[in-house]
């Protein structure tokens, strides 16, 4: 439960709530104001402002007096089952695997050409990445480092590639190791070529992330890279999540899809922001 709050944490406040909202919807399907304001022990006008900047990040349906939880519009009844046993796809890894797919392909193919044999490459949990992940069978040498259990389970059996999965915590329905249990392995590590994903990508708060317990790993991980590839569908871009973890001067690619909006693209590109755009049609 979060605590009640005290003056000068309230950002860590404000996202311990917003994973308490989510969570709840997990289990619940719906919340009231009402219900919300009694758990956290907050004013209703704290508990709108929590609904309205989930619901701006597309995490949560807001409803007159409260929140419903997000679910897929079209899907197999299968999936279905899936969404209904989760309450909710925002923590749900195989429901973010399915989503803009081929954006993703066209991504992890312009990200494949930067990899090199005898090179220690680091993938983080997203789904982005274990996209590219599937792409590695044609190297002869790789050490992977990744916080991705999908990552993980999809090239342990690679002869040619070492995969050293970071240690930390394992959240139900999510598809990476969270916290900084596994700092010290970082440390003695030299990762040549980072591959990175994100919820959001702004010019001022650069790379941003919800889960506050995994975005203090990435920032661990992207200290011990001498280079950063952030790989963007182009739907992240310019929407700004609950913490940043890497600041837009410190990215050396950005790697995304032909969605992106041409002025987005200009605006980026004259900041100086390295942008591959490939063709997903």
Same mark, same amino acid.
């Given at each position: 439960?979060?605590?009640?709050?005290?003056?000068?944490?309230?950002?860590?406040?404000?996202? &311990?709530?917003?994973?308490?909202?989510?969570?709840l919807l997990a289990e619940k399907g719906q919340v009231t104001t009402t219900e919300l304001c009694d758990a956290l022990s907050v004013s209703p006008a704290t508990i709108r402002n929590d609904l309205h900047k989930l619901?701006?990040?597309n995490l949560i349906h807001k409803t007159h007096g409260g929140a419903t939880c997000v679910l897929k519009?079209?899907?197999?009844? =299968?999936?279905?089952? #899936?969404?209904?046993?989760t309450g909710s796809?925002?923590?749900?890894?195989?429901?973010?695997?399915?989503k803009n797919s081929l954006q993703k392909q066209a991504i992890s193919d312009g990200a494949l050409?930067?990899?090199?044999? +005898?090179?220690?490459?680091?993938? #983080?949990?997203?789904?982005?990445?274990?996209?590219? =992940?599937?792409?590695?069978?044609?190297?002869n040498k790789l050490i992977v480092i990744t916080n991705g259990i999908y990552t993980m389970l999809t090239l342990?059996? +690679?002869? +040619?590639?070492? !995969?050293?999965?970071?240690?930390?915590? !394992?959240?139900?329905?999510a598809g990476s190791v969270e916290g900084i249990l596994g700092l #010290?392995?970082?440390?003695? /590590?030299?990762?040549?070529? =980072?591959?990175?994903?994100?919820?959001?990508?702004?010019?001022?708060?650069?790379?941003? #992330?919800? +889960?506050?317990? &995994?975005?203090?790993?990435?920032?661990?991980?992207?200290?011990?890279?001498?280079?950063?590839i952030a790989l963007l569908d182009s739907s992240k871009f310019e929407n700004v999540s609950t913490a940043s973890f890497l600041p837009s001067k410190n990215i050396d690619m950005i790697i995304t899809d032909d969605g992106i909006d &041409?002025?987005?693209?200009?605006?980026?590109?004259?900041?100086? /922001?390295?942008?591959?755009?490939?063709?997903?049609?």
């Open positions: 439960m979060p605590s009640t709050p005290k003056e000068g944490i309230i950002i860590v406040l404000a996202i &311990e709530r917003h994973k308490f909202i989510l969570n619901h701006e990040q519009k079209e899907s197999s009844s =299968a999936e279905n089952d #899936d969404a209904e046993a796809n925002t923590f749900n890894f195989k429901t973010r695997e399915n050409q930067y990899i090199q044999n +005898n090179q220690c490459i680091l993938l #983080d949990g997203s789904s982005t990445a274990l996209s590219l =992940a599937k792409k590695l069978k044609n190297f342990k059996e +690679n002869p +040619n590639i070492t !995969v050293i999965l970071i240690g930390g915590i !394992v959240t139900k329905y #010290d392995l970082l440390n003695h /590590i030299n990762i040549d070529l =980072a591959f990175v994903s994100a919820n959001g990508f702004t010019l001022d708060e650069g790379l941003t #992330d919800f +889960n506050i317990y &995994e975005v203090e790993l990435k920032r661990a991980m992207m200290k011990s890279s001498k280079r950063i &041409e002025s987005l693209l200009n605006k980026y590109l004259a900041k100086g /922001i390295n942008i591959k755009v490939c063709p997903s049609r």
